[in-house]
């Protein structure tokens, strides 16, 4: 099966910094998704995109598809950003996707 | 977005009986709905599939007859967990599948159901 690798397994940030987080996945792929999974454990969809740059807010993502990485920035962090951020692919029709192992972000005050 | 509602939030049970967790597309119809096992600091695992009028789909290594599912409208799905023990201990989570115009389906998450088996 597809294989999903995140980088960094783990961040600590200042309020106010930006940051990268990243997904690599191992084949191609039609289905991308990025989650924040808040401290209550509740995954929160941040963005789908399978291909190209969409942006919302202080987030926005990349997906280069043909080169099999997608990327999430985060600019201005704040402490209500820390949590766990999962990026989720999926190559069948059937929706069913694979998890990375994720990001955890902590943002001190 | 859509919502996707899931309850209990938390149950405690001692060992030995059966507990139901019910997963609801509150504001989309979602033929295909998952179950999800998430144990701590680690990512989701996936444990079934639920499909509205058939059976699930079980991943390898999932007791179909330990974890039942049913999916028996397009808004709701169930995961029983039957005969549990403390090994069963974890949260557990469903997402249903939305499609949008047939152009690409994306999951939303319900807020999860932790389970502590005594």
């Known amino acids: 099966g597809i294989q999903v690798e995140q980088s960094p397994p783990d961040l600590i940030l200042q309020e106010g910094a930006n940051s990268t987080l990243r997904c690599n996945f191992s084949?191609?792929?039609?289905?991308l998704q990025w989650f924040h999974q808040n401290p209550w454990g509740q995954l929160i969809n941040l963005f789908y995109i399978p291909s190209g740059t969409k942006q919302n807010g202080r987030l926005s993502a990349t997906t280069v598809a043909t080169e099999r990485y997608s990327l999430l920035y985060i600019s201005s962090s704040q402490t209500t950003d820390s949590g766990v951020y999962f990026c989720a692919v999926s190559n069948t029709n059937a929706g069913k996707s694979t998890f990375g192992d994720g990001t955890t972000l902590t943002v001190k005050p | 977005g859509a919502v996707v509602s899931q309850h209990p939030s938390r149950v405690i049970c001692k060992s030995g009986t059966s507990v139901k967790i019910e997963c609801r597309s509150l504001?989309?119809?979602?033929?295909?709905m998952f179950w999800y096992r998430q144990f701590p600091k680690q990512s989701l695992m996936l444990m079934a599939t639920?499909?509205?009028?058939?059976?699930?789909?079980?991943e390898q290594g999932v007791e179909k007859d330990k974890f039942l599912i049913n999916h028996a409208s397009l808004t709701l799905s169930t995961l029983t967990v039957t005969s549990a023990h403390p090994e069963d201990s974890s949260f557990y989570i469903c997402?249903?599948?939305?499609?949008?115009?047939?152009?690409?389906?994306?999951?939303?998450f319900g807020p999860g159901t932790r389970l502590t088996v005594l």
């Open positions: 997402s249903a599948l939305r499609l949008a115009g047939g152009i690409y389906n994306e999951q939303f």
């Open positions: 639920s499909n509205e009028g058939s059976k699930a789909t079980y």
């Open positions: 504001d989309f119809q979602a033929t295909t």
């Open positions: 084949d191609s792929v039609n289905n």
